[in-house]
């Protein structure tokens, strides 16, 4: 055989397992293409699920958008014509604004005047107010002396019906004295008339001043209460000059002594004049 000849033979071997190689070699990427196509028919079938569910997803969020916006667009035309409405109102109200702002004008020129007029009421309140407190300051201090005088009325009261009682008691005694009362003056008027001597001086006294709280003369000679008593020292039978200011009225003598008064007899009376109630009774003058 030719050198050629084994060349060629060499070459078509050469060829022959470089054909078996290119051939297993496909057959090899065959086979794996064909997985990786059927996992990739299956991973694209998943994706395409996947899109299916989201195009789904887009579909029912686009018709919900719609009607949002169909009713944004009825809202919009509602804001219109509600902005339409508030622009008329707001005009009306600008033409009021515009009056009553002539109107305060007005009014404050009125205001003013009043202003002059409320202070000078303001000053005539303060002088009322001034006369007002001294009035009831006033009225504070009566009622502080009516209490005081409702309070000495109704010591004089008691006094009164004290003296009432003694009175009552008095003018039962004085009817069953009376008869000894003549015959002791007319003893006492004999004896005076030979000694010279007043029985009040077989009597010592001491000074005592008051003043006649009440006079009665429903039983002769009459019988008065004066308001002094066994506390300021006075006795049963002592006597009591009777005046007024400086003029002298009578005497007269002690029968009954209580703590705080006493009731007594009237002597005598000067030159007609008559003993009253509130005249000054003393034991010497």
Not at 69 to 74: E, K, M, Q
Not at 140 to 154: D, I, P, V, Y
Request: hydrophobic share 35%; with cysteine; glycine share 8%.
């Amino acid at each position: 055989m030719s050198p050629i000849g084994r060349i060629f033979i060499v070459l078509n071997l050469v060829l022959a397992v470089t054909f078996l190689g290119w051939a297993s070699s496909n057959l090899v990427n065959s086979q794996n293409w064909k997985a990786d196509h059927e996992a990739e028919v299956v991973a694209h079938a998943a994706t395409k699920a996947d899109l299916d569910g989201q195009i789904d997803d887009l579909n029912n969020e686009k018709s919900g958008l719609e009607r949002d916006l169909a009713n944004t667009r009825g809202g919009q035309q509602s804001a219109e014509a509600e902005r339409d409405r508030n622009g008329r109102e707001l005009s009306d109200l600008q033409s009021r604004y515009d009056s009553l702002q002539s109107d305060v004008q007005k009014i404050s020129g009125t205001l003013e005047s009043y202003d002059a007029t409320n202070k000078e009421q303001a000053s005539r309140a303060e002088a009322a107010a001034g006369q007002a407190r001294s009035a009831d300051e006033a009225r504070h201090a009566a009622e502080n002396a009516q209490e005081g005088a409702e309070a000495e009325q109704a010591r004089l009261q008691r006094a009164l019906d004290v003296a009432n009682n003694q009175i009552s008691s008095l003018s039962t005694d004085l009817t069953s004295t009376q008869k000894t009362l003549g015959d002791t003056q007319t003893a006492l008027d004999t004896m005076i008339a030979v000694t010279g001597a007043r029985p009040e001086d077989f009597i010592v006294m001491p000074q005592i001043d008051g003043a006649v709280l009440m006079v009665s003369h429903a039983i002769n000679p009459g019988l008065i209460s004066i308001n002094r008593g066994a506390n300021d020292g006075v006795k049963r039978g002592f006597t009591f000059d009777i005046y007024d200011g400086g003029q002298f009225k009578g005497r007269v003598r002690v029968e009954t002594v209580e703590p705080d008064m006493c009731s007594a007899v009237i002597i005598n009376t000067y030159d007609g004049r008559s003993i009253s109630q509130g005249d000054s009774a003393s034991t010497r003058i």
